[in-house]
């Protein structure tokens, strides 16, 4: 029962990437070829809703919903692994059309050419696991 909620919020937030066209490859490609503002200003938009909350989490030490509390501490920069991955992860969202958050959305609205994507999406998380010890931290 627990779990019910984060299935509930994701269903939820799969609806409002679909409504909103945050999913559509339309969008993603005229962003990558700069025809249109749209895609940018919903990334802009999220980005300005995480730094508004995050510092309200920190200013009003807010609890996660089970009580604890949230800590939020940051991570060394690492310029070369920060370049490789953003290579690594802007390459696979053009090829894919699609970022790794709305994958399942894509699939839940019926389009099963998306499953190499998922698969390769996976495939790199469990990569990473394997070979996260041996990589510069």
């Not at 609806?15 to 749209?38: D, P, T």
């Not at 991570?75 to 920060?82: A, C, L, S, T």
Request: proline letters at 4%.
């Amino acid at each position: 029962m627990k779990l019910l909620k984060f299935l509930l919020i994701g269903i939820y937030f799969g609806v409002v990437l679909v409504k909103g066209e945050v999913i559509s490859w339309f969008r993603i490609q005229e962003m990558f070829h700069f025809q249109s503002f749209y895609m940018y200003g919903v990334i802009g938009s999220a980005v300005l809703v995480g730094i508004v909350s995050v510092a309200l989490i920190k200013r009003l030490q807010i609890t996660s919903i089970d009580g604890e509390t949230i800590k939020l501490a940051g991570k060394p920069f690492n310029r070369v692994g920060n370049l490789v991955g953003g290579i690594v992860f802007g390459l696979g969202w053009a090829l894919a059309g699609a970022c790794p958050g709305p994958l399942y959305a894509l699939l839940g609205v019926g389009y099963g050419s998306i499953l190499p994507a998922i698969a390769g999406a996976l495939l790199g998380v469990i990569s990473y696991g394997y070979l996260k010890p041996r990589l510069p931290h």
